[in-house]
């Protein structure tokens, strides 16, 4: 298996980090990952995690929770009601924000899509881009909701978008540097 280990702050490049803690990944996998700080910036990362080609598999696990739309056990109905709370929330944080009632967003790592459909509930013109094949099929089917692969980040027009969200995405992106030089490209000059 190819590994990522970052010998460097993945934000600030900073070469003073250090693991804090380990977990393990009790819905899929049952493996260890350590979780590392870096002392300057603060930014919290994954060490030692699959690369991109092969990471693939940890989130078409049927027990990847946000992947999901079962209600089966505690843990599972409880998510519903916190998704339903917290999408509630991140439409009113984007608008607190941005002051604006509508306009164009991209919310990339969209899941099965249940934001980008409050938002687009909301008025707003979604761009909605998911990894999982599985997850957009879910989209598609349960809202008629049409989400592009990761691919489609670089066909968005320059300085087109009011709004980028990453909700639990970060931990997920592998080449930082790249992407977040993309999403900068993508926001208009006042877009957050």
Not at 28 to 36: H, K, P, Q, V
Not at 151 to 168: C, F, G, P, Y
Request: proline share 3%.
């Amino acid at each position: 298996m190819n590994i990522i280990t970052h010998k460097y702050c993945p934000l600030c490049k900073s070469k003073t980090i250090e693991k804090q803690f380990s977990c393990t990944d009790h819905f899929a996998t049952g493996e260890t990952f350590d979780i590392f700080k870096c002392k300057d910036c603060g930014f919290t990362f994954t060490q030692n995690i699959p690369d991109e080609k092969e990471i693939a598999p940890y989130y078409s696990s049927p027990t990847y929770i946000s992947h999901s739309n079962t209600s089966k056990g505690v843990v599972n109905k409880l998510y519903h009601i916190v998704r339903g709370i917290m999408l509630r929330r991140k439409v009113a944080l984007v608008k607190k924000l941005t002051l604006l009632q509508n306009g164009r967003i991209v919310d990339y790592g969209a899941g099965t899509g249940y934001f980008a459909r409050a938002m687009q509930k909301k008025g707003w013109n979604v761009t909605a881009i998911e990894k999982s094949a599985q997850a957009r099929k879910f989209a598609k089917e349960e809202f008629g909701l049409e989400m592009l692969p990761e691919e489609a980040l670089k066909e968005i027009e320059s300085n087109s978008v009011d709004v980028v969200t990453l909700w639990h995405v970060m931990e997920h992106i592998q080449q930082i540097d790249a992407f977040w030089e993309e999403l900068k490209r993508v926001l208009e000059s006042t877009g957050i």
